[in-house]
């Protein structure tokens, strides 16, 4: 591996990222930053965790007059907490380059306290959609001409969301030779669309599609008959993690299992689309002081967050969408580190387990009994299905509850109890009669018809 030295650039930005810990580029680093030095326009499908962030920063900065205050680069990011958290990582070099100034644009009370309280104009600023669009085109607050690059960071989610309507005005007023650099976990026919619109089809560096972090040890447990909640707890009692990314794809199965966690003694953090900014700032706040070890969450607010140190993700069902899985195993073994991902299922959920296998994605198999976490050597093979009983009729039902009186009776005499399952097996066994001799009919009505197709198809 080379390191930042072989760029080109500044001694200072090299210090800088020595000091900040970072010494040799990641493969994505190593193909982007030479590319971008040079200007270009480019996209980069990389895997989650690889470092991304840093590949469009690096030569942002070694590109960013920080003796000029005026507006060098726009970073556009689909979620608060993904702006919040480039922003820290920009905002890192001001130690180092005292004039540098960054701005986050990613909700109305940032916007107002910046505009009044800052009349110097930042390098690079750092924001949703929504609220750069209001800034930029809307109240035309900055003057655009000084601007280099933008990046479009997550940009599958910013298409996802329909966030392109309120970027498609942004650009339309940006210095035409404008560098974009768009960086996406995944890429479709869509967003390939979306892009070239502004950039042209150039597609510098595409790492393997719906591809996570290549450390992540990928397992399926079979929970068996087991409900969901339940298996949670025993899974987490057997295996006992360090931090634990625990994802449903319904908001209320979230919300539920963090109420089921909560009543069985474990305090995690449950992070939902209903948190208010305050509470959500909050609650990453918990999470990265390291001393949560299960966060619950949806795919959505899961996405981008740089979350230090998770050991196991852990799957309660699989995403309609499975790209969204890639992005649920990318949030561990970031970074050269390793980890599992763990995805429950059971009989009645084959189908998706089965695809992402077909897609290349090596699980083993456990299986989860009496809480003992242990290796499964059947695998998808043959499973049981745990279809529920087929419950009475209602003719059934009035039956049953007529022999049930007929057979007790006013005093409990010896055998009463006997005699009463006796009356009831009688009747299921008269239901369970009647339903063999209709399938035997109809057995008897197909093949008969069938005979009779056969023959006049003969006659013909
Ligand atoms: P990202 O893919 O941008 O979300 O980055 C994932 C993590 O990798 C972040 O915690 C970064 O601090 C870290 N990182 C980025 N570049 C490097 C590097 N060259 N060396 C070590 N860590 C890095």
Redesign the pocket.
């Known amino acids: 591996m080379g390191t930042f030295k072989g760029f080109n650039l500044a001694p200072e930005l090299v210090s800088a990222?020595h000091k900040l810990?970072?010494?040799?580029?990641?493969p994505a680093?190593a193909t982007v930053i030479p590319k971008a030095l040079e200007g270009k326009s480019l996209v980069c499908q990389s895997e989650?965790?690889?470092?991304?962030?840093?590949?469009y920063l690096i030569p942002l900065l070694q590109k960013t007059d920080f003796n000029l205050p005026r507006l060098q680069s726009i970073i556009i990011c689909p979620s608060r907490e993904l702006a919040r958290q480039v922003y820290d990582?920009a905002s890192a070099f001001s130690r180092f380059f005292p004039k540098f100034k960054a701005r986050l644009y990613s909700s109305e009370a940032e916007v107002s306290q910046n505009q009044q309280g800052n009349s110097i104009a930042p390098q690079m600023i750092i924001g949703t959609p929504g609220r750069l669009k209001a800034l930029l085109v809307d109240q035309y607050s900055f003057d655009l001409h000084g601007v280099r690059s933008v990046i479009l960071d997550e940009a599958d989610m910013l298409l996802e969301m329909g966030y392109f309507e309120d970027i498609d005005p942004l650009y339309s007023i940006l210095p035409e030779k404008c560098q974009t650099m768009v960086f996406s976990a995944t890429m479709n026919q869509g967003l390939k669309n979306q892009i070239e619109k502004y950039i042209g089809s150039q597609f510098l560096f595409e790492g393997g599609e719906n591809k996570s972090a290549t450390n992540v040890r990928h397992h399926l447990i079979d929970i068996k008959h087991v409900g969901v909640k339940e298996a949670l707890i025993a899974f987490l009692e057997a295996r006992r993690p360090y931090f634990a990314l625990v994802f449903s794809s319904k908001k209320a199965d979230v919300i539920e299992a963090g109420s089921f966690l909560r009543a069985n003694g474990y305090d995690p953090v449950v992070f939902t689309g209903d948190l208010d900014s305050r509470e959500r700032k909050a609650s990453l706040r918990r999470i990265r002081s390291g001393k949560v070890p299960i966060v619950l969450c949806s795919d959505l607010l899961a996405r981008?967050i740089?979350l230090?140190d998770v050991s196991d993700v852990v799957s309660l069902d699989l995403p309609s969408d499975l790209s969204y899985y890639y992005h649920r195993a990318g949030r561990t073994a970031?970074?050269g580190k390793d980890g599992d991902s763990w995805v429950f299922y059971n009989a009645d959920s084959l189908s998706k387990p089965k695809e992402l296998l077909s897609q290349g994605v090596a699980f083993d198999f456990y299986s989860l009994k009496n809480g003992v976490l242990s290796q499964d050597t059947v695998g998808l093979a043959e499973k049981k299905k745990y279809t529920k009983k087929k419950p009475f009729s209602d003719e059934e039902i009035k039956e049953i509850k007529k022999a049930k009186a007929m057979a007790s009776s006013s005093q409990v005499k010896p055998g009463y109890k006997k005699k009463k399952k006796q009356a009831i097996a009688k009747v299921k066994n008269k239901f369970r009669r009647k339903a063999i001799q209709k399938s035997i009919q109809k057995k008897k009505d197909e093949r008969y018809a069938k005979r009779t197709k056969a023959k006049l198809a003969g006659d013909e």
């Open positions: 990222l810990g970072y010494d040799n580029p990641s680093q989650t965790g690889s470092g991304k962030t840093h590949a990582f981008g740089d230090e970031r970074f």
